[in-house]
């Protein structure tokens, strides 16, 4: 059983499409990281939320800590081809140091 | 700074063998750890460290150990390799604001 859920698995999309993918759980998180791994190499940290409600930009992306901190979601906006890659949502539990991964959202843009 | 590297890239082991992964970090991080990544099943914690000589259980420990005995070295260690630890292992550090930066890999298979 997943303790994160994150939807969709699988997504392809067109240049220049807006998409959304969610990060689930029924369990309460001290924040909430996300990350974008490409083939062969480890993941790389996007962004982390911290507050119920909060919402972070990063250029094209936007990423959302749900009120109750239980689950997030990241908006892409005009995606470009270089946004390939997995999607991986991580919650910290305890003081924060220790992290449970979601399954990963494949996204692949296509030129 | 080289971050957190990780030897050997690849490695094939047969049922039985033994082997070492190594980790090394040059960012003077106390926390370390261990994760497998399977397809479709994102990252699972194996062990972790929050210092040098001290270690602990994470979700999937079973079959393997590790040791801390140097702030950068934290090398994980199979012992009678069997074919459900085929999967790539990455090893990361947290900073002290909860950021995780994780090596490059190590894709083992066992057969």
């Known amino acids: 059983t997943q303790l994160l859920e994150q939807s969709p698995q699988f997504l392809s999309i067109q240049e220049g499409e807006n998409l959304t993918v969610y990060c689930n759980s029924s369990s309460v998180f001290s924040s909430l990281q996300w990350y974008r791994q490409e083939p062969g190499e480890g993941p790389v940290l996007l962004v982390t939320v911290v507050t119920g409600g909060e919402v972070k930009k990063l250029k094209r992306l936007t990423f959302q800590f749900g009120d109750a901190r239980k689950d997030s979601s990241l908006h892409i906006t005009a995606a470009q081809p270089g946004d390939t890659g997995l999607y991986l949502c991580?919650?910290?539990?305890?003081?924060?140091?220790?992290?449970?991964f979601g399954p990963g959202t494949r996204l692949s843009v296509l030129p | 700074n080289a971050g957190v590297t990780q030897t050997p890239k690849f490695r094939i082991l047969k049922i039985g063998q033994s082997m070492t992964l190594q980790c090394t970090q040059d960012?003077?991080?106390?926390?370390m750890y261990w994760y497998r990544q399977d397809p479709g099943m994102g990252l699972k914690l194996i062990y972790y460290s929050v210092g040098a000589g001290i270690t602990d259980k994470g979700e999937v420990p079973n079959g393997y150990n590790v040791s801390r005995s140097t702030t950068e070295d934290f090398p994980l260690r199979l012992e009678l390799a069997a074919p459900s630890q085929t999967s790539v292992y990455f090893c990361a550090t947290v900073s002290s604001s909860y950021e995780q930066y994780f090596g490059p890999g190590t894709r083992l298979t066992v057969t």
């Open positions: 960012m003077n991080h106390n926390y």
């Open positions: 991580a919650g910290a539990r305890g003081g924060g140091q220790n992290f449970v």
